[in-house]
């Protein structure tokens, strides 16, 4: 088996995975696309703009942010999902951690499961062995209520390296074949502990496995003078994936699609790589 021979996650260019929050508490666009049309509008445009893939979540992963329920969070994400792909979308991620969301949604055509938790619950890798999807497996301590309590590495890029190492065997073991790693940019690090890992970003490609990067918007820039609000954060954004980029990143999720398509635009050429 040859995971990165027919892998989503693989192309001649960086990737971008646009983010589509139908959540109202979520820490940057909450509540901004909470009505199905409006929703589906926006993920269509982040197509157009440029994105391979458009990540569908319901339920915000903030740090703080309190659970939602399974057919609550399905009442957001399902309709947008069949709207997406109804609209002509190719490629459809669903950003959750309960296998059943992930179920309907694979169901309904979406054929990415970005899992935050890592894929640790048996039953949602056994959900997207099942139906052939293609996995994010996210590096998170604790939850997202918890993980930002005082987080503490030894060596954070060795840590998250060798628990995403555990995650990714995991999910080859039940049958997944399309894997992608995520260090976690924001999940339960501070914000040292993220730029190291943008810095060292290349010492995840020893794990054979297509490396995601998600630093839109976060808060870690914040530590930054003039990015403390999150809508002020694009151009640190644009920094970090091209950085991400420049080391070998797969795919980038973002928000702002258009403007980090024209910045990867010239790593890809620098890199050797025409859009």
Do not use: W
């Amino acid at each position: 088996m040859n995971p990165a021979a027919s892998s989503l996650f693989r192309a001649p260019h960086t990737m971008l995975m646009g983010i589509l929050n139908v959540t109202p508490d979520s820490f940057s666009d909450g509540g901004s696309f909470l009505h199905r049309e409006q929703a589906i509008a926006h993920g269509l445009r982040l197509t157009e703009e440029g994105a391979d893939m458009v990540d569908v979540g319901g339920e915000s992963t903030r740090p703080g942010s309190d659970p939602v329920s399974e057919a609550e969070e399905l009442s957001r994400v399902l309709p947008v999902v069949e709207g997406l792909l109804a609209g002509g979308v190719k490629l459809v991620s669903v950003d959750t951690m309960k296998p059943g969301v992930a179920a309907r949604c694979l169901q309904a055509g979406a054929r990415i499961v970005n899992d935050v938790t890592g894929m640790r619950n048996p039953e949602m890798r056994a959900v997207a062995a099942m139906h052939g999807a293609s996995v994010v497996v996210m590096h998170m301590r604790g939850t997202p209520k918890t993980m930002q309590r005082n987080p503490v590495y030894v060596d954070v890029v060795h840590a998250v390296r060798d628990e995403l190492r555990a995650m990714l065997a995991e999910a080859r073991a039940a049958g997944i074949e399309d894997v992608a790693i995520d260090p976690g940019i924001g999940f339960g690090k501070t914000a040292a502990h993220n730029f190291e890992l943008l810095a060292r970003l290349g010492e995840f490609h020893e794990l054979g496995a297509p490396v995601l990067v998600g630093p839109s918007r976060k808060s870690f820039l914040a530590s930054l003078p003039g990015l403390e609000v999150p809508q002020r954060r694009l151009e640190g954004t644009i920094a970090a994936c091209v950085l991400s980029a420049m080391q070998g990143a797969a795919v980038v999720r973002v928000h702002d699609v258009a403007e980090c398509k024209r910045a990867l635009r010239v790593a890809d050429t620098v890199k050797g790589v025409t859009r």
